[in-house]
C-alpha cells in the first residue's frame, strides 16, 4: 500500500517546538519533492515548507521563516519539519506530500500546490495555545 503517514503534532504552549515526521511506506522518497502544507479552520491549504528531491534545495513560506527546518533523510525513508517559537497562528493541520520530481521541477512550484497530484498523508494536528 502506498502511503504517507504523519505524526508528532500535538498542543504545545505559544513560543514552543515540535516535530513532525512523514514516512513512505510501499515508494521511496529518493526521486521526489516533499512538502509540508497545513490547513486551518475556514483558512485555505498553505505550503509551509519543501524540499527538493536531489540536491535538498529547501523553499519556505514568509510565515515561518527562521523558525521551520525542514529535512529528509532518504536512508528512512522519512522527512521531517522543525517547528520552533511556535505561536497561535501556527495552528492548523499539517499535511506532507510527495510528488515525483519529474511533475514539479521546483521547491517553490511544490510548495504553490493548488491540487492533490502525488501522494499525501491524512494529516497530523498542531495546536499552538496557553
Known amino acids: 500500500q502506498l502511503q504517507l503517514v504523519e505524526s508528532g503534532g500535538g498542543l504545545v504552549q505559544p513560543g514552543g517546538s515540535l516535530r513532525l515526521s512523514c514516512i513512505a511506506s510501499?515508494?521511496?522518497?529518493?526521486?521526489?519533492?516533499i512538502g509540508w502544507f497545513r490547513q486551518a479552520p475556514g483558512k485555505e491549504r498553505e505550503g509551509v515548507s519543501c524540499?527538493?528531491?536531489?540536491?535538498?534545495?529547501?523553499y519556505y513560506a514568509d510565515s515561518v521563516k527562521g523558525r521551520f527546518t525542514i529535512s529528509r533523510d532518504n536512508a528512512k525513508n522519512t522527512v521531517y519539519l522543525q517547528m520552533n517559537s511556535l505561536k497561535p497562528e501556527d495552528t492548523a493541520v499539517y499535511y506532507c506530500?510527495?510528488?515525483?520530481?519529474?511533475?514539479?521541477?521546483?521547491?517553490?512550484?511544490?510548495?504553490?500546490?493548488?491540487?492533490?497530484?502525488?501522494?499525501w498523508g491524512q494529516g497530523t494536528q498542531v495546536t499552538v495555545s496557553s
Open positions: 510501499g515508494f521511496t522518497l529518493d526521486h521526489s519533492n
Open positions: 506530500a510527495a510528488v515525483h520530481r519529474f511533475l514539479i521541477t521546483t521547491t517553490q512550484a511544490m510548495c504553490a500546490l493548488r491540487n492533490n497530484i502525488g501522494y
Open positions: 524540499i527538493g528531491s536531489s540536491d535538498g534545495t529547501t
